[in-house]
């Protein structure tokens, strides 16, 4: 064979492949999941479905499934395949991944700030003021094992409490919209309230606020929507979709006036006909989330990872922060990211 001939035939088997290669990832790419399995809140939006709202989700659809009322739940239904993604408090996620649980987390979409905020609220009338006051009191909670019970928690021992005492605190787990007449039917000592919830509560009056999460930490993501391991590898694009839009959607609610957010939130309920109150979005003030477009940091899981390492509550080896999450599909993580 000529040399023309061998540098033809050679040129064309180079094309043959990157031919092939292509439609392979066309073929991968146009194969890859487009509608996405999620459990939402009764009379809330969650940021995904703000992003669909908004245009921000192109064409990655979302399938509601139904309600939960706690994010280990919800992230515990994601990494056994019930769900495609679910979102919980990152130290929720440390001990699920420390379990050895296949999931990770790619963006943030709640947390703590000036405005918005978990507090722990007593009746005006309460003789509980410090830590020491709660020994043998009972607090009711959205669900235990999460955001409430860590930073409760963290707040006794910063109190000088011994993990005796503080085991001596009862924690009862509440559905999110009965914890505020738990607490005025004093069945409960101590109410923790957070978001919209927690607005709504202060509006009616009569109750007082004992510590907060914000006047302990500051303000910090504490929160990430997270999706199995091996659905990221399968659908790159999809995840990477979804993170953008969820990114973009933080920011369009950071920056719009309040009226504009509020007014939106009870557009989307409305249309969902879900039959549900749409008066809790009206106290809406922002979602919390500290970093650009949801992007997280490493500060905002190694909080959590040192606490429930010294407090024994690991069930595994003590994962790094970068076993639990990435920011390799969200475009705000490299300065990208505007709508």
């Not at 920011?251 to 006036?257: G, H, K, S, V």
């Not at 970093?291 to 790094?320: M, S, Y």
Request: aromatic content about 8%; proline content about 4%; hydrophobic content about 45%.
């Amino acid at each position: 064979m000529s040399l023309f001939r061998r540098a033809l035939a050679a040129a064309t088997a180079l094309l043959t492949l990157t031919a092939a290669t292509a439609c392979g990832a066309d073929a991968e790419a146009a194969g890859q999941i487009k509608e996405l399995r999620y459990q939402g809140s009764a009379g809330q939006v969650t940021l995904p479905e703000l992003a669909a709202d908004l245009g921000y989700l192109g064409d990655v659809e979302l399938d509601w499934i139904g309600n939960v009322t706690g994010g280990p739940a919800d992230i515990q239904a994601t990494a056994t395949g019930q769900s495609d993604f679910g979102g919980a408090f990152n130290g929720a996620i440390v001990k699920l991944v420390a379990a050895g649980a296949p999931i990770t987390a790619v963006v943030s979409y709640y947390g703590s700030d000036a405005q918005t905020f978990q507090g722990y609220y007593v009746l005006d009338d309460s003789p509980i003021r410090g830590p020491r006051d709660l020994i043998g009191k009972k607090v009711g909670m959205n669900t235990l094992g999460a955001h409430a019970e860590a930073v409760l928690k963290t707040w006794l021992a910063r109190g000088g409490l011994t993990p005796a005492e503080i085991a001596r605190v009862e924690l009862v787990a509440l559905p999110p919209v009965n914890i505020e007449q738990s607490l005025r039917a004093r069945q409960i000592d101590v109410a923790v309230l957070g978001g919209v919830i927690r607005d709504k509560a202060v509006a009616v009056g009569g109750i007082r606020t004992v510590v907060t999460d914000h006047e302990l930490l500051g303000a910090f993501s504490a929160g990430a929507y997270v999706f199995r391991d091996d659905f990221i590898r399968r659908n790159p694009d999809t995840v990477r979709t979804f993170v953008g839009g969820v990114g973009k959607a933080v920011e369009w609610a950071r920056t719009q006036p309040r009226e504009t957010v509020v007014a939106r939130l009870q557009q989307i309920i409305a249309k969902r006909g879900r039959n549900e109150d749409t008066s809790l979005v009206s106290y809406w003030k922002s979602s919390g989330v500290a970093g650009r477009g949801g992007v997280i940091t490493d500060q905002e899981f190694a909080t959590w990872i040192d606490w429930l390492d010294a407090a024994g509550e690991l069930k595994g080896a003590r994962p790094e922060p970068g076993d639990v999450y990435t920011n390799g599909y969200n475009p705000f993580a490299t300065g990208g990211g505007a709508a």
